[in-house]
């Protein structure tokens, strides 16, 4: 019995030891959200900023904005959709104002978010019109601070 006890608590004390690393590695990874109702948006990025004053003068132009607040920067959104097709048509818009935007995408479990924006993302399929595609963006990020924030 006593030749088992050294080899035993050797074994714990390595066991330990890994799994503290193991999942120290996993403490700085984002978080997915784990649902059978998680859907995956796009959301039409207008830039970063690193801090809240230099965001608020860059974003002075645009009436409807929300942002996320990551690694002490502003990641600023003026688009969201569940069409990687409406996502481009929102840059082509944006682009022909002069705006450069970046697609990021982006899991959500907000079910009732989800539901309003596809019926915004039919209205947004079906039209080409500049000043459409504007007020279907901004009714879309006022429903993301309603529903969402």
């Known amino acids: 019995m ?3 006890i050294f080899p035993v608590s050797i074994s714990l004390v390595l066991g330990i ?3 503290y690393f193991i999942i120290r590695q996993y403490e700085d990874m984002p978080a997915l959200a784990v649902s059978s109702e998680a859907e995956s948006l796009y959301y039409i990025q207008k830039g970063v900023y690193f801090d809240l004053d230099s965001m608020n003068e ?3 132009d645009f009436s409807h904005y929300i942002y996320n607040t990551e690694n002490n920067s502003f990641y600023v959104y ?3 959709t569940t069409s990687k097709e409406n996502a481009l048509k929102i840059v082509e818009y944006y682009k022909s104002l002069g705006v450069e935007t970046v697609i990021s995408e982006k899991i959500t479990d907000n079910k009732e978010f989800v539901n309003i924006l596809r019926q915004y993302d039919e209205l947004l399929s079906k039209t080409d019109d500049s000043e459409s595609i504007k007020t279907i963006c901004n009714q879309i990020l006022v429903k993301y601070e309603e529903l969402v924030k």
């Open 78 to 80: 003026i688009g969201i």
């Open 2 to 4: 006593k030749k088992y």
């Open 58 to 60: 860059g974003m002075k």
């Open 17 to 19: 030891f890994m799994a």
